[in-house]
């Protein structure tokens, strides 16, 4: 946590916000409820009968191996489903129209309901077309990897890729409900879970040291308890989001790693070989832990650690020198920056952050060669 914000304030908050029987979480927020548990517990409380109807989004994996599962529980006279193509280079505008389009065919008014089944990019882009289509209504959010359960489903953010840049239209508009259920994992490839795990890593990173310690002991993913593991991750999002929903302050340290790693992900997407969101991320953090060594903040052998984690558990790329200055302009499009200067949030230890912090080009660029050499 940030050295300002005392972990106990935050700690004392969520034990009073959430309600814990064996297997099953429930975190409240502001405005909606998130739980942990098997999908037919959760629904319970949804109350699917006062939605004019449900329209379910998939892409052809959650259609196959999770829409079977979620139809046994969902009882309502009309369902309707939205099939759009997996993967991030469909999360575009072109898709959002043909969502909108199905959601005019379906006949969808305010008091329909959409269910997001899939991973983060279900999420965001299928919140995006609630939230706009006649002005909004309601969504819910079954966060189906490893990735969208720890991270993109927790915290309203919603949207889009345009013109190459990630993430640049969209909305904050929180869902109704969030229902994280570990069994979607089942099915989910390896290389997929490692993905959603570099953002479990982020959060420890930023906040729980002691969390970073026990997932440098995992030695095989088969035997994670997955259930608890993202109970935490969960748990540090939900208390960074809770006190700054629109990222004006706290919310900032969640771009750990994101600033590089979303420059490194697009140029990525275009090429013959695009990365997952966690793998870029991965860089990123090594980056961005780079950068905050040389500023000082992170003692140098914790910069060693972190990144003898990162090289052993996710693949080396190589980033040729001939991308820098197109990985420059990106991230001085990235919407987080505030002046025409690069934002970084930056480590002050395993476990603590800073934001607000900027970084010259030569220095970006001298963590990127960091990065190329190991
Ligand atoms: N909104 C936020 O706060 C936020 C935060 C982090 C990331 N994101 C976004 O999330 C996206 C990445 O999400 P992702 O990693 O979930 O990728 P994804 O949505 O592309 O899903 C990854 C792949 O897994 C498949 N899949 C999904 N569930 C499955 C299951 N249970 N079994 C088998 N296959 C399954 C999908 O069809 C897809 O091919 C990025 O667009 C990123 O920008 C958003």
């Known amino acids: 946590m940030s050295k300002n914000n005392a972990n106990a304030t935050s700690k004392q908050k969520i034990s009073f916000f959430f309600v814990r029987k064996i297997n099953i979480m429930i975190l409240k927020l502001k405005n909606y409820d998130l739980h942990i548990e098997k999908i037919n517990q959760a629904l319970v409380d949804l109350e699917v009968e006062k939605y004019s109807q449900i329209i379910i989004l998939v892409d052809e994996n959650t259609k196959r191996f999770c829409l079977p599962y979620l139809l046994k529980y969902i009882n309502a006279q009309k369902i309707n489903i939205i099939q759009i193509k997996s993967g991030e280079k469909n999360k575009n505008l072109k898709t959002c129209e043909k969502i909108w389009s199905k959601m005019m065919d379906f006949q969808a008014d305010r008091k329909a309901l959409l ?9 965001d882009m299928g919140g995006f077309c609630a939230s706009t289509f006649k002005r909004g209504f309601d969504f ?11 991270d993109s489903s927790v915290g309203g953010k919603l949207g ?3 013109k190459g840049i990630k993430n640049s239209i969209g909305v ?6 969030v229902i994280i259920d570990p069994f979607f994992l089942k099915t989910l490839s390896k290389r997929e879970l490692k993905s959603g795990f570099a953002e479990m890593i982020k959060h420890s990173l930023i906040a729980d040291e002691k969390q970073w310690k026990n997932f440098q002991t995992i030695g095989d993913f088969d035997e994670v308890d997955w259930q608890t593991a993202i109970e935490k991750s969960v748990l540090i999002k939900k208390n960074i989001v809770e006190k700054d929903p629109f990222e004006k302050n706290i919310r900032k340290a969640l771009n750990f790693g994101h600033t590089i790693g979303h420059a490194v992900e697009s140029h ?6 695009p990365l997952l969101h966690g793998e870029a991320i991965a860089i990123g953090m090594i980056c961005e832990a780079y950068i905050s060594c040389e500023k000082n903040l992170l003692p140098k052998e914790k910069l060693e650690k972190i990144t003898s984690f990162f090289l052993k558990n996710y693949e080396k790329v190589n980033i040729s020198s001939e991308i820098h200055g197109k990985l420059i302009e990106t991230m001085l499009q990235d919407k987080k920056n505030e002046t025409s200067e690069i934002n970084f949030t930056l480590l ?25 050499s190991l």
Not at 268 to 273: D, P, Q, V
């Open 115 to 123: 269910i997001n089944l899939g991973g983060g990019v279900i999420g």
């Open 140 to 150: 819910i959010q079954i966060p189906t990897t490893l990735l969208s359960q720890v």
């Open 172 to 177: 904050f508009q929180d869902p109704k409900m």
């Open 268 to 273: 990525f997407l275009e090429s013959e070989k």
């Open 348 to 372: 002050s230890d395993i476990g603590t952050f800073e934001i607000n912090h900027t970084a010259n080009t030569t220095l970006i660029l001298e963590s990127i060669e960091y990065y190329n």
């Open 160 to 162: 889009i890729d345009f």
